[in-house]
DNA sequence: CTGAAATAGTGATTAATGTCACTGGTCAAT
DNA sequence: ATTGACCAGTGACATTAATCACTATTTCAG
């Protein structure tokens, strides 16, 4: 389980035995149950998780009680309330899972020290990050420029398999339109 | 003019003389009249940008010609087409000047460069990495959960210059209406 | 096995937004 | 001063998607 996140790691720098073994060190393992909530809005956001197995969705509620969804995040991928992660604040989003789920979990703590005692892993993180920004910019413009059938059809190309593992109403939820209009797509 | 630089990459890193000496030996400067575009859709990024003064737009103008913007970039800002910058592959979306705007460029290499012998430094583009994601994961819960007014009270709120230097035809770019809809709000 | 909850589809209606066409205003270059 | 480009507003209408209501299936915990 732990050579997952190895190779994960060392698709971007390597690592000698000795270095991953620093690395594992900062991790705790866990796991939990389908419809779990890791966190909720409103609670402290403890750790990053690199997912080894399963399937979270990071959600918003909003005011009437609707809820959107701002990620799937399934194996090999991270994931977080980054902004309350990072600045220690209540979480605005909640984390639950879709499937069980195992995950490595990383405290703040523990990742400012790994970043601090290995600048590997910092130039890890940097990657990482540079790629979660442009994913996002991605599906930023996904919105603005697509309707409903577009999108769909995009995250089925990109995503076949999430087809399998989620309800057409979380699909609707992530796609940002109800799920009556992604259900009359077909037509 | 490179006390803005150094200020700005003070707020997270603090550095001596001599390291801000190494640092800006890795940039150029530019300037550029209204209207200029940097970089255009198809061609090659050579740069990331840091802007000292000015206001830009990094747009993507879709199929049936229509302008999407996916950001204004001002002052204090970094910006380019990142996933196209990191990968040196061909920009998907344009930069241009809505204003004369005065920037610092670093390319690609410099950057890595900087990184490599400056660990403070991609301390510091590591912090920016997660700010730009973060900023536009609240972007994406925006388009998700707002309708146009709610949006356009968004960014007033929060960018209240914005609507002194930009036309109404690039907010409603930026939001994601049509410029009538946006011009009907006040109803 | 069984009943409650979740899921998917669809008709009818309403609400939001886009599109097209036109007006008048501002500004800058000639 | 005149012209052309850009800009903001608005009426009329079309289109898209949301909402509400209902049915039928499937899933899953007890």
């Given at each position: 389980m732990q050579e997952l996140l190895r190779s994960h790691i060392e698709?971007?720098?390597?690592?000698t035995d000795k270095?991953?073994?620093?690395v594992i060190s900062h991790f705790t393992v866990a796991d939990f149950k389908r419809n779990h909530f890791?966190?909720?809005?409103g609670e402290k956001v403890k750790h990053a998780y690199y997912i080894i197995s399963g399937l979270l969705k990071l959600t918003y509620v909003d005011d009437s009680a609707k809820e959107h969804i701002v990620s799937f995040a399934m194996e090999d991928w991270w994931e977080s309330d980054f902004y309350a992660y990072f600045t220690q604040t209540k979480a605005?989003?909640?984390?639950?899972?879709l499937e069980e789920t195992t995950v490595f979990c990383l405290s703040l703590n523990d990742y400012q020290n790994l970043c601090r005692d290995m600048p590997k892993?910092?130039?890890f993180f940097?990657?990482?990050?540079?790629?979660?920004f442009i994913g996002s910019q991605q599906r930023i413009l996904s919105l603005l420029t697509t309707n409903a059938r577009e999108r769909y059809e995009q995250l089925l190309q990109q995503?076949?398999?999430l087809l399998q593992r989620v309800s057409k109403t979380q699909l609707a939820a992530y796609l940002g339109v109800s799920r009556e209009t992604l259900s009359r797509l077909h037509d």
């Amino acid at each position: 389980m732990q050579e997952l996140l190895r190779s994960h790691i060392e698709k971007i720098v390597p690592l000698t035995d000795k270095e991953f073994e620093l690395v594992i060190s900062h991790f705790t393992v866990a796991d939990f149950k389908r419809n779990h909530f890791i966190f909720e809005q409103g609670e402290k956001v403890k750790h990053a998780y690199y997912i080894i197995s399963g399937l979270l969705k990071l959600t918003y509620v909003d005011d009437s009680a609707k809820e959107h969804i701002v990620s799937f995040a399934m194996e090999d991928w991270w994931e977080s309330d980054f902004y309350a992660y990072f600045t220690q604040t209540k979480a605005a989003m909640s984390l639950k899972c879709l499937e069980e789920t195992t995950v490595f979990c990383l405290s703040l703590n523990d990742y400012q020290n790994l970043c601090r005692d290995m600048p590997k892993m910092e130039s890890f993180f940097l990657q990482k990050a540079h790629l979660g920004f442009i994913g996002s910019q991605q599906r930023i413009l996904s919105l603005l420029t697509t309707n409903a059938r577009e999108r769909y059809e995009q995250l089925l190309q990109q995503y076949p398999a999430l087809l399998q593992r989620v309800s057409k109403t979380q699909l609707a939820a992530y796609l940002g339109v109800s799920r009556e209009t992604l259900s009359r797509l077909h037509d």
